[in-house]
């Protein structure tokens, strides 16, 4: 196009200054230019993930979350893929976690909805399934066993509401599910006993029993609970095609 002589580089060098600076909103016209003007190869890859990087730091989760998918359609087997599957978990975590924390116990627990974080759980950990090597793993794995805990912490949260409201049934089923799908977080003691309890007001003795036998087993035994403050701070993108 001799009207617009910019080269695919200088659009790219501009577009990533503008993305530096904060200026997100011109970064991403200026990676939507390089997109459709270079469609193909490294450049459009490229284009596709600093948008969506863009949306993310605007604080935009829908958009980026759209790229993201989009471009581990387009790129299956995209040798950045792994940056793609850490900055999906980051957008579901960042935009979520805090949020989900204050009010988890500010409100009725069964209406707080975990479907972002559960998002981000499983984003990082197909990251750290498939490329245990990655650079971005390490962090992933602390951020996973964060939202494992925090997870643990809902279905707690609602077992506990079901219970004080003498509904045993549904408050088992619920303290069941820690011990099933977060199986090593400290919350499985309290969901053992809840199940106690529960099951003492339904007068199962022998599940009561039971319970009791595994919750003394494991009663001493001391939990790590993750904190943020261990999480790194992932300002520098190292997914960049060109050097």
């Known amino acids: 196009d001799e ?23 011109r970064a991403i016209k200026g990676f939507e230019k390089l997109q459709s003007r270079f469609p193909y190869g490294r450049y459009a890859q490229q284009a596709q993930i600093e948008i969506a990087y863009a949306y ?6 829908a ?37 989900f924390v204050t009010t988890l116990f500010g409100q009725d627990p069964a209406d707080r909805d975990p479907a972002p974080l559960i998002a981000a759980a499983d984003a990082f950990d197909e990251l750290i399934s498939r490329y245990p090597d ?14 494992q805990v925090t997870l643990a912490k809902h279905e707690i949260a609602v ?13 088992i089923n619920r303290a069941q599910s820690v011990l099933t799908d977060y199986p090593n977080t400290p919350q499985t003691r309290d969901a053992l ?40 701070e992932r300002e520098t993108r190292w997914w960049q095609f060109w050097r």
């Open 159 to 171: 077992a506990s509401y079901y219970l004080r409201r003498g509904a045993h049934v549904a408050a």
């Open 193 to 232: 006993q809840i199940m106690v309890q529960s099951y003492a007001a339904l007068g199962l003795d022998d599940l009561k029993l039971d319970t009791q036998r595994v919750l003394d087993l494991n009663i001493a035994k001391d939990g790590i609970r993750p904190s943020r403050a261990n999480f790194q």
């Open 56 to 61: 993310y730091k605007k604080g935009e989760p």
């Open 63 to 99: 958009p980026a979350l759209s790229g993201l998918e989009r471009f581990v359609k387009q790129f299956p087997n995209s040798e950045h893929l792994d940056y793609v599957l850490y900055l999906k978990g980051l957008v579901n975590f960042d935009e979520n976690v805090n949020s």
């Open 3 to 25: 009207k617009s002589p910019a080269t695919a580089d200088e659009l790219s060098t501009a577009a990533k200054s503008d993305s530096a600076d904060g200026k997100y909103e």
């Open 134 to 147: 990655s650079r971005y793993t390490g962090d992933a794995r602390l951020r996973h066993q964060y939202l």
